[in-house]
């Protein structure tokens, strides 16, 4: 199994950025496909963005909400799967939590590992 640590939230105005981070231990996150899904109060877990196992070359998908203004992507050096949102908006408001599958092309929210979760906050 691999345990997933999520950081970097926060509290930020709209029009600014974040960076959160998604670290693993104990397997390779390069083996696992990693994505970033988010929870509003009152409402269900959404996706937000995912790259895909390395051995499918990491490629990356994005809910259209977020594209063009979020990037995932991978430091397999780090063992960490980040996601850089910039231009955030109110609405991006939500409890953010990173997920892992192993040798998934696609994460979705039936994935067996999951992180803890990172609040993040825009102000209008």
């Known amino acids: 199994q691999v345990q997933l640590v999520e950081s970097g939230g926060g509290l930020v105005q709209a029009g600014g950025s974040l960076r959160l981070s998604c670290a693993a231990s104990g397997r390779a996150l390069s083996s696992y496909g990693t994505g970033w899904f988010r929870q509003a109060p009152g409402k269900e877990r959404e996706f937000v963005a995912s790259v895909s196992w390395s051995g499918d070359g990491s490629k990356t998908r994005y809910s259209d909400s977020v594209k063009g203004r979020f990037t995932i992507f991978r430091d397999n050096a780090k063992n960490t799967v980040y996601l850089q949102m910039n231009s955030l908006k109110p609405e991006d408001t939500a409890l953010y939590y990173c997920?892992?599958?192993?040798?998934?092309?696609?994460?979705?929210?039936?994935?067996?590992?999951w992180g803890q979760g990172t609040q993040v906050t825009v102000s209008s």
């Open positions: 997920a892992a599958d192993l040798f998934k092309v696609i994460v979705t929210t039936t994935a067996p590992n």
